[in-house]
């Protein structure tokens, strides 16, 4: 879709159904995981594709970008979590560890943390660093459907699809709260239940927070009830 005159173009090489895409800040650049494994980068704008990031064995499942816009992870059916320098398409991690489908992955607010989702019922941090896993979250009963980190990076969330949403301390892994949702959370509304500073809410979540079923609207703290 070309933004400024809202007309689709059709995406030049592009044969391989896709389950994630993402766009960069500047909707000029889409980014597709294909079910072959691959992940393409395309100029919006053309239509032509600009790079293909080979690395994957089986088909990615979720990809996101990092808030500084240079650095691209993408979870697929192999088990893993892979990072990839966007301007040159190397894949600079491959973070292993999982033994199941990787469904959610979210970067921290300084890139510095990458979290993970599988289907292992895991939730795993990763250093974008060096590649360690320096927390492994267990606890969860389901599948992972969505992670997400909070505004000041301190806290993992995870919601799975048995509709519980665990916070997890990403400082202390010992400190963990448990949420049962009257309905599934999207990741937009796990996040926004649960990105707090100093115990209040975000001021630019407060209109997802109110819009959250009575059930959940009635475990939020008094002050962002109204």
Request: charged residues 15%; glycine residues 8%; aromatic residues 6%.
């Amino acid at each position: 879709l070309d933004t400024r005159t809202n007309i689709s173009r059709p995406l030049v090489g592009y044969q391989n159904a896709s389950r994630a895409t993402t766009l960069t800040s500047d909707n000029t650049t889409l980014i597709a995981g294909s079910l072959d494994g691959a992940v393409h980068v395309y100029d919006l704008h053309t239509g032509h594709r600009l790079s293909t990031f080979i690395g994957h064995e089986k088909w990615i499942s979720t990809v996101v970008i990092s808030p500084d816009g240079n650095t691209l992870a993408s979870g697929a059916a192999d088990n893993t979590v892979r990072l990839w320098d966007i301007a040159t398409g190397t894949c600079t991690q491959v973070l292993r560890g999982h033994t199941g489908l990787v469904i959610s992955v979210a970067f921290s607010p300084n890139g510095a943390t990458v979290i993970s989702g599988s289907a292992d019922h895991t939730v795993r941090a990763w250093s974008t660093n060096t590649g360690e896993c320096f927390r492994t979250f267990t606890g969860h009963e389901a599948v992972i459907s969505a992670v997400s980190i909070s505004s000041d990076g301190t806290q993992a969330i995870s919601s799975a699809y048995n509709k519980t949403v665990r916070m997890w301390n990403l400082l202390d892994p010992l400190q963990v709260q448990i949420h049962n949702a009257a309905t599934d959370l999207s990741v937009q509304q796990a996040a926004a239940l649960y990105s707090v500073q100093k115990g209040h809410a975000v001021a630019h979540l407060l209109s997802t927070l109110r819009s959250l079923p009575k059930e959940i609207r009635e475990k939020l703290p008094a002050n962002i009830q109204e």
